[in-house]
């Protein structure tokens, strides 16, 4: 059975040879994973540090935990950014998930001159929490000890800027010559791809992207939907890369 991951808020709530998993991660831990003891957790603070331990106590609204082992996780490198054009309705949590489970190390929800869904005032604040707490949980699910950071709304000049500074820069199009799966990797530094929303990326915004250094490339023979071209691209960048 797979360990499950409890997130500790701060890194220094991980020290000593006793913990207490309290707040709402210690309540799903006792309310609703409903762990006794002698159950095997794992806590970590997102930023690589781990702490390996065993249940003593079940609380109401919590768990005391005997720590067996401690130790850090390096962040993996080449740091891999996905620019996702932000996707209609409730497929921009599926993107932050899949992407999430895959290994992306940074989401940037990208106001795309073409996306159907637009993110204004009070509704920015709401959707970036609402994919930050999606990345959360699919961290947690999938055992990583480096969450992921969902970054503040993009603007194109501010993707721009990171294409500009990245090691590789990516644009996936569908009319691209080369192929993503032939291209060099670098040996370190930013892979940052850019995923087009459902209209796909404008001429404009194209040629930006190009002045900032971008290739466009090829992800392959078939139309992927934006939420899903995402991880499609991480996976092969991941492969590329050694990192899977």
Wanted: proline content about 6%; charged content about 25%; aromatic content about 4%.
């Amino acid at each position: 059975m797979t360990v499950p991951v409890f997130l500790a808020e701060e890194a220094q709530e991980l020290d000593g040879p006793e913990l207490t998993l309290a707040g709402p991660e210690g309540r799903h831990a006792a309310s609703v994973r409903r762990l006794r003891p002698g159950e095997r957790v794992d806590l970590t603070d997102g930023a690589g540090a781990v702490a390996e331990c065993v249940v003593l106590e079940t609380l109401k609204d919590a768990l005391r935990l005997e720590v067996l082992h401690r130790y850090a996780v390096e962040p993996p490198r080449p740091r891999l950014v996905v620019v996702q054009g932000l996707p209609k309705g409730d497929r921009g949590e599926l993107a932050v998930e899949m992407m999430t489970e895959a290994g992306v190390d940074v989401i940037v929800p990208w106001a795309a001159s073409r996306s159907i869904t637009q993110w204004k005032g009070d509704k920015i604040a709401k959707a970036l929490g609402r994919w930050r707490s999606t990345a959360r949980e699919a961290g947690k699910q999938a055992r990583r000890f480096h969450l992921p950071q969902v970054a503040d709304l993009h603007s194109t000049a501010q993707v721009e800027r990171l294409l500009s500074e990245a090691a590789l820069g990516l644009v996936l199009h569908e009319e691209a010559a080369e192929p993503l799966s032939g291209v060099a990797m670098p040996a370190g530094g930013d892979i940052v791809v850019v995923v087009g929303p459902e209209g796909g990326v404008s001429e404009q915004e194209l040629a930006a992207f190009r002045a900032a250094k971008a290739l466009t490339v090829l992800l392959g023979p078939t139309i992927l939907r934006t939420s899903t071209a995402g991880v499609a691209a991480a996976a092969v960048l991941l492969s590329r890369t050694g990192r899977w």
